[in-house]
C-alpha cells in the first residue's frame, strides 16, 4: 500500500493511484466501511485533495469498481490450447485467485454495490452503475466460453447452459467467501465438473447439444476434469 510518502504527481497519474489505495482497501473490508480519511492516510495525501480528483467517496468506489469489472472480466480470456476441461479449470484458478484476494470488494459488487444513504437520484445512478459492469463481465465470460467451444451463433439451450454457469459459478463464489468451508480447489474443480453436467442434461434434451457435446467432449485425456466426472457418476450408479 502507498503510504506517508508526498510527492506532486500528474492529474491522472494521482486518480489511478487513489483508485489504487481504494481497491487495496475495499479488498479488505466492505467499501460501506472504508472512509474517504483511510483513503487519503494511505496515498499520503490530505481529505480535500482526495475531493480535488473525485467528488466523493461514490464516484471513487465507481472507478475502482471498473478497475476491478475489468480485472476480473481479464480472468476469463484463456488461449485455445489444449482440452476444454483443462481451460476451464484454468479460468476457475484466475477467477477464484480474485475472489480470495477481493473478498468484500467482490461481494458488494456482486450484490449491488455499497450502501447508500438516501439520497434518490444517487443511489439509482450508482446501482445503475454497478448492475451495467457486473452485466459486462458476465458478457466478456459468456464471449470467452463461446469462443472455446467454437460457436458463433449459439442456439437457445447452449445459452442457457453458458449463462446459467456463469451464473453458478458467482453464487459459489459468494457462498464460499461465507465461512471458506470447502477447499477452494475442490470449488474450482467441482464448478467445472457442473459445467460438464450442465451440457450432458442438456444434450439429453436436444440432438444439436448432443452433437456439441460430443465434439468438445471426444479429446480429453484421461486425466482431464470431464472424464473424471463420468468416472465418479459410473461410481455412484454402481
Do not use: C
Not at 434518490?120 to 463461446?146: E, F, H, K, M, P
Not at 449463462?163 to 463464489?173: K, M, V, Y
Not at 448432443?210 to 457418476?233: C, H, N, Q, T, Y
Amino acid at each position: 500500500m502507498t503510504t506517508g510518502v508526498r510527492r506532486r504527481m500528474g492529474v491522472e497519474e494521482r486518480r489511478q493511484q487513489l483508485i489504487g489505495v481504494a481497491l487495496e482497501l475495499f479488498s479488505r473490508r466492505s467499501p460501506d466501511e472504508v472512509s474517504i480519511d483511510e483513503i487519503a492516510s494511505a496515498a499520503g495525501i490530505s481529505r480535500p485533495l482526495v475531493y480535488h480528483y473525485f467528488p466523493g467517496k461514490l464516484s471513487l468506489y465507481e472507478a475502482a469498481l471498473k478497475r476491478a469489472s475489468d480485472d476480473l472480466a481479464g480472468r476469463f480470456s484463456e488461449p485455445h490450447e489444449g482440452p476444454l476441461g483443462a481451460r476451464l479449470l484454468r479460468v476457475m484458478r484466475r477467477f477464484f485467485d480474485f475472489v480470495d484476494e477481493h473478498g468484500p470488494g467482490f461481494s458488494a459488487l456482486m450484490r449491488g454495490g455499497p450502501a447508500v444513504p438516501a439520497g434518490g437520484t444517487r443511489l439509482l445512478s450508482t446501482t445503475s452503475t454497478t448492475n451495467a459492469l457486473i452485466d459486462s463481465v458476465r458478457q466478456a465470460a459468456y464471449d470467452q466460453i463461446l469462443s472455446h467451444l467454437g460457436v458463433e451463433e449459439p442456439p437457445a439451450r447452449l445459452e442457457l447452459v453458458v449463462r446459467s454457469w456463469i451464473s453458478l459459478a458467482e453464487s459459489t463464489a459468494l457462498i464460499w467467501l461465507d465461512g471458506r468451508r470447502i477447499p477452494r480447489a475442490e470449488l474450482e474443480l467441482q464448478l467445472v465438473h457442473d459445467f460438464g453436467a450442465l451440457v450432458a442434461v442438456s444434450a439429453a434434451h436436444d440432438e444439436e447439444m448432443g452433437a456439441l457435446m460430443r465434439r468438445i467432449f471426444k479429446d480429453e485425456p484421461a486425466e482431464g476434469p470431464f472424464v473424471d466426472l463420468v468416472s465418479r457418476l459410473v461410481g455412484l450408479a454402481s
